[in-house]
């Protein structure tokens, strides 16, 4: 059987479609190096370029998470939103603060800050939160209606 040669047009696309599908699957990027997912390329899609884990990291992952985000702005520009506030525990034990929108039913993330080295103050969050309230506004276009955080006390504080 001939195989084709893909254009580098075509390879980027494939990359950039692969980085999607384990986005949206929840998929470890692992998968790209499983033998299975080899084989099946292999049979089903001759010539398919080998994507590695380090290929949609290190050149992929910048470029589809702007394309997400401009999408997102754009489906959500002037429209109402909530915004929700959380802490979280990172990989580390990193302390990340999380701020999402809800618009039109669906959640989109806006900001992850690391605030490991910062004092968990309702200070530090108030100015957090005041920061993405002005990049909403500003950036985005829409218009902020409420806010919904966890019970923690320097939320409550803020």
């Not at 702007?66 to 939103?81: Q, S, Y």
Request: glycine fraction near 4%.
């Amino acid at each position: 059987m001939v195989v084709p040669k893909w254009s580098s047009a075509r390879k980027k696309n494939f990359e950039r479609r692969i980085l999607r599908l384990t986005a949206s699957t929840g998929f470890p990027l692992s998968w790209v190096s499983n033998p299975e997912w080899h084989k099946f390329c292999d049979e089903f899609v001759p010539g398919a370029p080998n994507v590695t884990r380090k290929v949609l990291t290190k050149h992929i992952l910048c470029e589809v998470v702007a394309e997400f985000r401009a999408e997102v702005k754009r489906k959500t520009k002037g429209k109402e939103v909530t915004i929700q506030g959380d802490g979280w525990t990172g990989l580390k034990n990193h302390h990340l603060n999380t701020f999402m929108i809800t618009a039109d039913k669906k959640v989109h993330t806006v900001e992850v800050h690391d605030a490991s080295k910062e004092r968990k103050t309702a200070e530090n969050l108030l100015e957090e939160l005041e920061k993405v309230y002005a990049k909403l506004s500003e950036e985005w276009e829409v218009l902020v209606v409420g806010l919904v955080t966890d019970a923690s006390s320097e939320s409550r504080k803020a």
